[in-house]
Every structure is written in C-alpha cells, then in structure tokens.
C-alpha cells in the first residue's frame, strides 16, 4: 500500500525512492509486523483466555508434565501471527503483485482450516479436532487452486518443470503431474509444521529460519542477474515475496516473545498449517521445492517419525519411538524441554545452511 501510494511521488520527494527497494520494504514488514505482534499480543492472549476457559485441551497420552505444565493455556495464538503478517504485507508490498496474493490468500486460507479445528477441540475438550478427511480435502481444494494460478503466470518451460538441487540445468517436467506434486508439497509442508508444533517456540523458530532462507531465495530468483550469477532459473516478480516473508519473520519474532517456555499461549493449527502453508507455496513460486525439504529438514524429520511409527505398530504392534512425534520420544527418555527445543532449533539452523549451499554448488 505504501508502495502504491508513495513510490510515484519519488521524482519530488527523494526519500519515497527507498520504496523502490525490496530489502527497505523487507525490512520495513519486519519492523511493521514485529510491533503489531507486540502491541496486540497480550490483548489477544487475555481475550482468547476469557473465551477458551480450560485452554487447549492436553493429549492423555503424551507426556505426563504437559497436563500440569500446559494446562490452561489458551491456543490459536497463530491468529496473533495472522493478523500481524497481514496487515505488514498490505502495508509494505507490492499488491499489484499477483504472487503475493496468492500466497497470502494460501495462507490465510490455511489459517482458516486450523481455527477451525482449534474452535472444535476447544468445544468438545478433544484433542483430535477436525476429521483428517475434512482437513486434508480442505487443503487439496484451496492448493489446487493456487497451483493453477501459479502455473498460469509461470514461464512456459518452468510451468510443469521440478528443478533439481547442485544439477541446476537440469529440469524435471511432470506436465499435468505436477499438479500433483505441487499439492502434496504445500499440504506436506504445512502438516510438517503442525506435527513439529508440540513443545514452546519448537515450531515457530524453525520456521523463521526457513521463511530467512525462502526471503533470500525470492528475491535471488526474482532478480535477473543474481539469478544468472548462480545460474539459477529466473522467475520473473517473485522477489516481491521477500517482503511477505519479511512480514511473517516479524510476526514469528512477536509471537515467541509470548511463546517462550513457558508459553503463555499456543500457537494452534491456526498458525502451523498457516505458516507451513506459505513455505510450502513460496517453495513452488520459486522452482525450490527439493531445497525445502533441506531446509525444512526438521519438519521432514518429524513427519517421518510419524509416518514411520504408525506404519510400523501397524504392521508389528510394536513401537519404534517411545513416542511421535520424535520431540516426544526425547522427552519421555528424560530430556528437558528447552534443552530438546534448542537443540531443534540448532539442527534447524544447520539444514537451513546445507539447503543455502545448494544456491552455489553445482
């Protein structure tokens, strides 16, 4: 908004030439959603305790200290992170930029879906939510649609095409699969932000981290001449996303001011699906959706830990963690949670290098 309102103006006053500058307007979504986050926050917490009463209800079979630790505290603080992304992006960006539409609308739209499930969990103190089914046919529906719009502005030998890390010539095109590949992304990406959400401020760390390297991502790819310097493949306008994901870091950084152990509220599928969501879409916009899952790593990891649990007492009646997600299994072996919740974060920061590295190696 300030963009389309200031920036013409830069011929008379030379300060709005700053407006031209996706790291100025980046930053300025940062500052801007770093300080709704923080004059919001405890509103927002004090009206969603008056309302939610009990606060999220706590899983029985998890571990025994989250029912006295975590008990009673209010959920779907991913609203406080929505609300803060939103109004920063409106804001600083570009909105004449269609990728930037399309990613927040992901986002939001995902946002819903979680509130939705958090609203049904809270109503009926039951940890399962909304049915899985319900879930996932929500999210194919509102993915699909974007990757439609995604592969309509994209340039015909990228439209269907999957680029493959350090072989950076070499392109892999599904033709109509890729619809495919693109849903399971976005869907994948933001249930691996929901399984990682377990413990304060595991989740919403991380995906700062990842949202850091998909802000420098965007605006490489979106820039002609880094992205022939890194012999990258340029997708014309995405760096705009830069500004986006300036405003989610923001939020994220707002939110875990109130999210730190102990939390004074959750973020609740409101925000993980959210969030995850807008990785898993950005990665798409960019031909960079191999180098999430190294960026992402940990979500990846906690997946398959799932993934691999269920599969296994399916096929055994044995467990292969003591409990999945696998931050669970390392608190039921004894481990503190700052301790696992750092050491995440740490992990985190290693992949989100590697995957970083892929920009240059060939």
Known sequence: MLYYFLFPYASEIGIFNLFKYLTFRTGGAILTALVISFLLGQPIIDWLKSKQGKGQPIREDGPQSHLITKKGTPTMGGSLILLALTMSTLLWADLSNVYTWIVLIVTLGFGAIGARDDYLKLTKQNPKGLAGKHKILAQFFISSIATYFIMDLSKENLADAVAVPIFKDYLIHLGKFFYVFSICVIIGASNSVNLTDGLDGLAIVPVMIAMSCFCLIS?????????????????????????????????GLGFLWFNAPPAKIFMGDTGSLA?????????????????????????????????????????????IFLMAPIHHHFEKKGWAEPTIVVRFWIIASILALIGLSTLKLR
Do not use: C, D, M
């Open 219 to 251: 605006y490489l790819v979106g820039n002609a001449v880094f992205s022939n310097y890194l012999q990258l493949h340029h997708v014309p306008h995405v760096g705009e996303l830069a500004v986006f994901g300036g405003g989610l870091i923001g939020a």
């Open 275 to 319: 969030t995850g969501g807008a990785l898993g879409t950005i990665s798409v916009i960019t031909k960079h959706e191999l180098v999430l899952a190294i960026i992402g790593g940990l979500f990846v990891i906690e997946a398959i830990s799932v993934i691999a649990q269920v599969g296994y007492y399916k096929l055994t009646k044995r467990r």
